[in-house]
C-alpha cells in the first residue's frame, strides 16, 4: 500500500511539473529575448511590426550574434518578425499587397536585403524559402552614434520605418 502511494504521489509531482513548465514556455515576456512591436497608423494605413527583441550583452553583431554577414537572419529573434500592412503600400518605391509577412535579411556589408516572405508564421529562418517572397529590397547599412543594446523598430508619423541593432541601422519608406 505504501508502494502504491509513493507511486501516485511521485506521478502527481511529475504531471504537476510539466503543467508548470508548459505555462512557463507559454510566457514569451520572460524569454531573454522578450516580445516587442512597433504599430503605426497613417491615414488608413496602418503598420505592426511583431519581434522579439535580442540583447547584444557584450556580443559582436556578425560573430557572437546574428546577423551574420551573408546569411538569412529572422531579423529578431524566437519566431519570425512579422511585418503587417493595413493595405497595399509601396516599399522603397516597390509593390508590396496588403497583408502579413515574415520580415528576414541580409547584411553584406554596406548593404541589407530586405525580404517580405508570405510564410510568416515560421520559427526563425529555418524553414525560409525564397520561392515564398513577396518582396526584396535594398537599402544602405547606416551606422548609429549611439549603438543599441536591444534590437528596435521604430515607424514614424510619415511611414518610415527604421531597425536599430547595435550599431547598425537600415531604414524603409512605406507609402
Keep these: 500500500m505504501k508502494y502504491m502511494f509513493s507511486f501516485a504521489a511521485i506521478c502527481a509531482l511529475l504531471c504537476l511539473s510539466t503543467v508548470t513548465r508548459a505555462q512557463d514556455d507559454t510566457d514569451k515576456s520572460k524569454r531573454p529575448s522578450p516580445p516587442a512591436s512597433a504599430t503605426k497608423t497613417i491615414g488608413d494605413l496602418t503598420i505592426k511590426i511583431d519581434y522579439s527583441q535580442p540583447s547584444l550583452k557584450g556580443r559582436v553583431i556578425g560573430k557572437d550574434v546574428e546577423p551574420m554577414p551573408g546569411e538569412v537572419w529572422r531579423t529578431g529573434a524566437n519566431e519570425a518578425t512579422t511585418f503587417e500592412v493595413s493595405r497595399d503600400v509601396k516599399i522603397n518605391g516597390k509593390d508590396l499587397p496588403k497583408g502579413k509577412y515574415a520580415l528576414f535579411s541580409i547584411l553584406n556589408g554596406k548593404e541589407w536585403t530586405i525580404i517580405f516572405n508570405k510564410t510568416w508564421n515560421q520559427w526563425g529562418a529555418y524553414k525560409y524559402k525564397e520561392s515564398d517572397d513577396a518582396l526584396r529590397v535594398k537599402v544602405y547599412n547606416a551606422q548609429l552614434n549611439t549603438p ?26 512605406v507609402k
Design 148 to 173: 543599441a543594446e536591444k534590437l528596435a523598430f521604430d515607424i514614424d508619423d510619415k511611414g518610415t520605418v527604421s531597425l536599430m541593432w547595435g550599431d547598425k541601422r537600415f531604414i524603409l519608406d
